[in-house]
Nanobody
Framework: QVQLVESGGGSVQTGGSLRLSCAAS????????MGWFRQAPGKEREGVAT????????YYADSVKGRFTISQDNAKNTLYLQMNSLKPEDSAMYYC???????????????????WGQGTQVTVSS
């Protein structure tokens, strides 16, 4: 069975950095997209970043462009999210996600996600 296990969350000060990891296992196919969502208390889950298989491209939410970088290590079956210049508004539970929905490149939303990780908490304070 497919499993996505996030790690790397924690507490940092404003301006700090974290690198989230998502270890994937059990896939019998290559997901068309893998990426990250985040959800803060009382808010909807929002797409943060996604990477298309074969390094075809990436998508970033406007709020994280220039600060976050998504990447993957196929040999390790691991997805990463490098987060720099963190702000308090980045505080949220971050979820790794994967989908075989071929429309994921134009619609990175919770509705198309096939597999979710358990989440890892990111807290940014001053």
């Amino acid at each position: 069975q497919v499993q996505l296990v996030e790690s790397g969350g924690g507490s940092v000060q404003t301006g700090g950095s974290l690198r989230l990891s998502c270890a994937a296992s059990g896939f019998t196919y290559t997901p068309y997209c893998m990426g990250w969502f985040r959800q803060a208390p009382g808010k909807e889950r929002e797409g943060v970043a996604t990477i298309y298989t074969g390094s075809r491209g990436t998508y970033y939410a406007d709020s994280v462009k220039g600060r976050f970088t998504i990447s993957q290590d196929n040999a390790k079956n691991t997805l990463y999210l490098q987060m720099n210049s963190l702000k308090p508004e980045d505080s949220a539970m971050y979820y790794c996600a994967a989908t075989n929905d071929y429309m994921c490149g134009v619609r990175w939303s919770s509705a198309i996600v096939n597999y979710w990780g358990q989440g890892t908490q990111v807290t940014v304070s001053s």
